[in-house]
């Protein structure tokens, strides 16, 4: 089970701090991300780390600005949003898929397990 939080309404410029704790599995063989989706837009991916937090990944567009971390020991992983852009609003959903080395993946596709989604509005 993934249980994302930290959403909320900021204005632009602010920073925000997402969390997803995971439960039920064994979290440091998990490959995490952070996808997310706009009203009528489709799911983007935003960044994802491997198990040790050594490779990671950001989207261009957020690229700079946000930062993806994990705490194995908590079995919770973050995105750290800095300098949010009204164009930042989404729901952001965390994702787990297991994998037998240290790597991330980009595509929703191969992710095996979805978190229901924390809503960031950012406010021009």
């Known amino acids: 089970q993934l249980q994302a939080s930290g959403g909320g309404l900021v204005q632009t410029g602010a920073s925000l701090r997402l969390s997803c704790a995971a439960s039920?599995?064994?979290?440091?063989?998990?490959?995490m991300a952070w996808f997310r989706q706009a009203p009528g837009k489709e799911r983007e991916f935003v960044a994802a780390i491997g198990w040790s937090g050594g490779s990671k990944s950001h989207a261009d567009s957020v690229k700079g600005r946000f930062i993806i971390s994990r705490d194995n020991a908590k079995n919770t992983v973050y995105l750290q949003m800095n300098s949010l852009k009204p164009e930042d609003t989404a729901v952001y959903h965390c994702?787990?898929?297991?994998?037998?080395?240290?790597?991330?993946?980009?595509?929703?596709?191969?992710?095996?397990?979805w978190g229901q989604g924390t809503l960031v509005t950012v406010s021009s």
């Open positions: 039920g599995l064994t979290f440091s063989t998990y490959a």
């Open positions: 994702a787990a898929r297991m994998t037998y080395s240290d790597r991330y993946y980009q595509s929703g596709n191969d992710y095996h397990f």
